[in-house]
């Protein structure tokens, strides 16, 4: 079966769904099918109805990590399920469990105020709780990985629910299993294990000035002005944030950067490997404020890119294959794009 212009669609279900307001990046798009799904029901009668119609599927929570073409020829599914509760308590943890439409922040500040500490560094990241395993969200020195316990998932192929323990998930670097294979599974609950015993995470630059004693409250208000301060708002102009991934690369790459760089910043990781400032070596490109059409390298952050208004998808590559092309010419070094590309 396929579904006819004229023929009337089940009230959850809407023709023509507009996308501009539901990007960050303020890129007009439209989707042929679009549904806002809250519940288990809807979500299996959604993808009864992709199949039915040989549709393909599209999964957006808050829209600030993809960037989208002008026109989706299928079904976007705007995960919207609200809930968040304490689910158990042990000497260890207290588990909380949050519907993947949940607002991540708000999470953040939730499990605060029931005086339950271990998010505080990864707040004022935009976005859905059900986003938040699929590129295993990280900040301030704390991954979503280091807080996890499980989450609940649709199986798009079984059209079956699982529960995936953080090993399911394979999480690494801004990776998971949910960002290696796009569109197989939907997340629809995540739990997180918050720690009995807290330790305040204080290693990283901006945060490394608070004093041992500090609480998780004062961290929180640390990591929401170093943001404030740092990255261009979405809401007063358009990004998704970091564009790129900073780059992972071998001792002897790194080496030979700093031959000739011997300020470029470069992290040793736990395997031996480093992993470089992407937003360093753009800049060192010259191309800070660079832009394409509308679209520019934030003058603020050279690795976030800006929409300046009226920006397109077709841009927003050119900018990126530009970068990426001037960052490997001068450095050897490859730059991966951070946002999913629909
Ligand atoms: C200003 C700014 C700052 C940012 N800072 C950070 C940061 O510090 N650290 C960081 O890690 N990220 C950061 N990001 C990126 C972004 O906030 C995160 O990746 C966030 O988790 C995306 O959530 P979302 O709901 O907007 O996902 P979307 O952009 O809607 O989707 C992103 C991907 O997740 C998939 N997806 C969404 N929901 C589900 C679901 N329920 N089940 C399965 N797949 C799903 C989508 O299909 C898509 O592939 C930043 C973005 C912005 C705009």
Known sequence: MTVSAALPLPAWLVRDMDLGGVNTFGLAATSRFGATVTSDA???AAHAFSRDNALPVHILGGGSNVVLSPRFDGLTLRIAGKGKTIVSRSAETT???????????????????????????????????????????GAYGVELADRFDSL??????TLTWHDFNAADCRFAYRQSVFKAQPGRYVVTAVRFALPSVWQPVLGYAGLDTLPDT?????????????R??????PRAIGNVGSFFHNPVVPPSV????????????AYGQPDGSFKLSAGWLIEQCGLKGAR????????????VLVNHGGGTRAEVEALAARITEAVFERFGVSLTAEPVFY
């Not at 953040?108 to 969200?137: C, R, Y």
């Not at 500090?214 to 170093?226: E, K, M, T």
């Not at 404030?228 to 708002?233: E, F, M, T």
């Not at 394409?292 to 690795?303: K, W």
């Open 254 to 265: 790194r080496h030979a950067l700093m031959a000739e760089h011997p300020v470029a910043p």
């Open 42 to 44: 809807e979500l299996i």
């Open 95 to 137: 588990v909380v469990q949050a519907a993947a439409g949940e607002d991540w922040h708000e999470l953040v500040v939730w499990t605060l105020d029931h005086g339950l500490p271990g998010l505080e560094n990864l707040a004022l990241i935009p976005g859905t709780v059900g986003a938040s395993p699929v590129q295993n969200i």
């Open 152 to 157: 609940t998932a649709f199986d798009t192929q």
């Open 214 to 226: 500090a609480s998780a409250g004062a961290i929180f208000d640390r990591v929401v002005a170093l």
């Open 228 to 233: 404030q301060s740092k990255l261009p708002d």
């Open 292 to 303: 394409e059409g509308q679209i520019g390298v934030s003058d603020r952050h050279a690795l």
